[in-house]
């Protein structure tokens, strides 16, 4: 199975300051024939189910906010809040979705400094 | 409005049967690939299965194959985890989602149920 690591387990940043997190994955997730990177992103605030921020790598879920973008190729990928706001204090988990079964990363738990 | 709403979940001893049940709105149910997700009590995110819109193909993580199984019924837009012969480590909320790359198998998950509890316990 494609193990998918997240980095730093938690982060604290303060309120319109960038923050960025990391997701790394055992196995590329770049489709050449697709020319795709199979992996997305998705936020879950406490007693929530997750939501749909990313997929494709970099393409934006329609009413996700633009400050929310994802970056990066094959192995590791990168999720950027350009400016922190209260509401975005949540946990953030990467998925690829290049191999079965799917997997999901540990999460990363975004706090306000 | 889009929505899947799961229920069935409690409390079940170790060895164990469930079935939950998940029901969809809002959109063509029987045009998607449909996922179970589940999450452990303060624990990440684990994909259990899916299914193809017409049932030809199913999929399971390991821990659950022999098990548990995942079925859907298009024309009550329904989808179902069967779960047999549970243990304490399926104690989760699990999760009904859609897949919304309707050609592929290999998709993120765009629309998510509120969850059922599941606790297998003794």
């Known amino acids: 199975d494609t193990v998918m690591t997240q980095s730093p387990d938690s982060l604290a940043v303060s309120l319109g300051e960038r923050a960025t997190m990391s997701c790394k994955s055992s196995?590329?997730?770049?489709?050449?024939?697709?020319?795709?990177?199979?992996l997305a992103w998705y936020q879950q605030k406490p007693g929530q189910p997750p939501k749909l921020l990313i997929y494709?790598?970099?393409t934006r879920e329609s009413g996700v906010p633009d400050r929310f973008s994802g970056s990066g190729s094959g192995t590791d990928f990168t999720l950027t809040i350009s400016a922190l706001q209260a509401e975005d204090v949540a946990v953030y988990y990467c998925?690829?979705?290049?191999?079965?079964?799917?997997?999901f990363g540990q999460g990363t738990k975004l706090e306000i400094k | 409005e889009v929505q899947v709403v799961e229920s069935g979940g409690g409390l079940v001893q170790p060895g164990g049967s469930l079935g939950l049940s998940c029901a969809a709105s809002?959109?063509?149910?029987?045009?998607?690939?449909m996922s179970w997700v589940r999450q452990a009590p303060g624990r990440g995110l684990e994909w259990v299965a899916h299914?193809?819109?017409?049932?030809?193909?199913?999929y399971y993580v390991d821990s659950v194959k022999g098990r548990f199984t995942i079925s859907r019924d298009n024309a009550r837009n329904s989808l179902y985890l069967q779960m047999n012969n549970l243990r304490a480590e399926d104690t989760a909320v699990y999760y009904c989602?859609?897949?919304?790359?309707?050609?592929?198998?290999?998709?993120?998950?765009?629309?998510w149920g509120q969850g059922t509890m599941v606790t297998v316990s003794s």
């Open positions: 989602a859609r897949a919304p790359r309707q050609d592929s198998s290999y998709s993120w998950l765009d629309i």
């Open positions: 809002g959109f063509t149910f029987s045009n998607y690939w």
């Open positions: 299914i193809k819109k017409d049932e030809s193909e199913k």
């Open positions: 196995q590329s997730l770049f489709y050449s024939s697709t020319k795709k990177n199979y």
């Open positions: 494709w790598a970099s």
């Open positions: 998925q690829q979705y290049y191999s079965s079964p799917s997997t």
